[in-house]
């Protein structure tokens, strides 16, 4: 078991940028996919992003330029830069590993002028 907690989440304008992290309890190394996703009130789970153990990043399509994943092994951290933000983006974000299929509790992002 990993236990995982995100971090950095909050209330920012359109157009604005955040930075999310999550922090593993245990090397991640193992771990081939690293993702974040997110669920709308109302809405289902959905993947904003993934990165391989070899670094391939896949994107969502709503977020395919504006959002950037990273991760750290070394650190056993993922990254997720969220810049150009819609409200549409207002979300509860989650990280997730595979190697023990983990969440974290989540972080709120909340898009509003």
């Known amino acids: 078991q990993v236990h995982l907690v995100e971090s950095g989440g909050g209330l920012v304008q359109p157009g604005g940028s955040l930075r999310l992290s999550c922090a593993a309890s245990r090397s991640i190394f193992l771990s081939f996919v690293m993702g974040w996703y997110r669920q709308a009130p109302g809405k289902q789970r959905e993947l904003v992003a993934s990165?391989?153990?070899?670094?391939?990043?896949n994107y969502a399509g709503f977020v395919k330029g504006r959002f950037t994943i990273s991760r750290d092994d070394a650190k056993n951290t993922v990254n997720l830069q969220m810049n150009s933000l819609k409200p549409e983006d207002t979300a509860v974000y989650y990280c997730?590993?595979?190697?023990?299929?983990?969440w974290g509790q989540g972080t709120q992002v909340t898009v509003s002028s």
């Open positions: 990165i391989t153990n070899g670094g391939r990043a």
């Open positions: 997730h590993e595979d190697a023990y299929n983990s």
